[in-house]
């Protein structure tokens, strides 16, 4: 099989299975636990620190959640099942970067590989997101190029991979709906939250074998599940979330 043809069928098998992701990196998390320790002596420089993580993570939620408030219906997708574009985006986020979701992904998982205290881990994190997202983007861009042409030639050109250029910015062909990007983002919101508060119970359980959780986490993870049940009973019971294109 030709280099081509390998990324690309390596490409697609990591996108339909690239919502099992954090069930895969499971085992990578549980090592660096074992070795898990806390460099600050104060409970308050240990809260920084960890705060700080939270901060880049969010980060990379405030990246997609600006995406998805712009783009139409048919774009920037969870399906799973092969590749889906009704239309090609090319402003505003779109205008800046190829691939802003996958930026915001790999924001997020940056975010949670610094809160274990870790080179190693954060660097296997980093280099294992950049082979994967470069196999998925392989692939995606292989289809848009084949669907779209000359129109993709022209924005892939002008347009970066995944660092962003700022000064390429362009009014988005949509105005935002904060109401489309909550229906589509609050479960990632929620999905950090939890999966920072289980690292930070798990932390403690592997560090001094006591089953422990500081309050702001506490408060924090009751925040963001009240928060979920609502706009998930919203998404599913009422109109009130739906956006008409969106």
Known sequence: MALQEEFETTGEYFFQWRSYLPLAMAALFILALAQFWYPFAGRGLNLAWDGG???????????????????????????????????????GMYAVVRNPIYLGNFIIWFGLSLFMKSVWFTTVIVLFFTIFYERIIFREEAFLRQKFGDTFMEWAAATPAIMPRFKNWRPPSLPFSFKSALNREYGTFFAIITTFTVLEVLAGLFHSRQLT??????????????????IRYLKKKTKVLATEGR
């Open 53 to 91: 993580c939270l901060a880049v993570a969010l980060a990379g939620q405030v990246v997609r959640f600006f995406t998805v408030g712009f783009v139409p219906r048919g774009t920037s997708g969870r399906n799973t099942r092969g590749q889906v574009a009704e239309v090609l985006n090319t402003t």
């Open 213 to 230: 959780l500081d309050a702001v986490w506490l408060k924090l993870f009751i925040f963001s599940g009240v928060l979920y049940l609502t």
